[in-house]
């Protein structure tokens, strides 16, 4: 067992940028593409004018979705994903925005150190899976399409330390729904980010960071 599994230890910028980007080429796919029941949404609206309503993932994330969305139909509810590959035009706008409103805050970081702390909240471009296209958000919903309380929503800040996967303070609930999307994407091979309970990727650097591998597969794509 990967030793993150059991230390759920939040994995930081050093321990991404310590692996080496992938160079594999596989395509991106969209994430209906093996499974047309998974239910496909974005919560955001900032890569409509790539893809538009598309949710594009690498190939075998979308075979491995598909895989995760049969585990979990199997137990009345299907698989909900919210946002897949990123063009890294979106990801540094969103980066540079959170570094300048943290250095504001805070004008005692500069350079490197301002660049890990912000990651804290926007991962730093040249080591984010969402450019990847490796890295999803995703949630459960039940048969009537309604998603299941998970204790936050998806990209809710508002208490950063509730969105954290082990967060304290959930109900019985709210802890088993939080296990249940762990346990069925690991299964999968995904990597979590305990950072944020709905974020899991496969095949960027998180992941060969998480899985303790010393590369990456896949490097960012300009799609």
């Known amino acids: 067992m990967p030793t993150n599994l059991q230390t759920r230890r939040i994995l930081g910028y050093d321990d991404l940028v310590a692996t080496a980007p992938g160079t594999g080429d596989e395509a991106l796919a969209d994430v209906l593409t093996y499974d047309a029941t998974i239910i496909s949404q974005y919560n ?10 598309s949710i594009l993932v690498r190939d075998t994330v979308a075979r491995k979705l598909a895989a995760v969305n049969a585990a979990l139909k199997a137990r009345g509810f299907r698989l909900k994903v919210v946002y897949g590959y990123r063009h890294v ?4 706008a969103y980066f540079g925005r959170r570094r300048q409103e943290i250095q504001q805050a805070m004008p005692q970081l500069t350079g490197k150190a301002l660049d890990k702390y ?15 296209g490796g890295a999803v958000d995703v949630t459960i919903v039940d048969a009537a399409g309604r998603e299941l309380d998970m204790g936050t929503a998806i990209a809710d800040y508002t ?9 304290g303070g959930l109900n019985t609930q709210q802890t088993a ?7 069925v994407m690991v299964a999968e ?35």
């Open 159 to 167: 208490d950063p330390l509730a969105v954290q996967t082990f967060a």
């Open 44 to 53: 955001k609206y900032d890569m409509l004018p790539f893809t538009g309503d």
């Open 118 to 132: 912000t990651h804290n909240f926007v991962a730093v471009p040249e080591v984010a899976g969402h450019p990847v």
């Open 89 to 92: 035009s979106v990801q540094q």
């Open 189 to 223: 091979e995904f990597a979590p980010f305990y950072g944020e309970w709905w974020h899991f990727s496969y095949g960027d650097r998180e992941w060969a960071a998480f899985y303790n591998k010393k590369m990456a597969l896949y490097g960012a794509i300009d799609a």
């Open 177 to 183: 729904h939080r296990l249940l999307l762990h346990d």
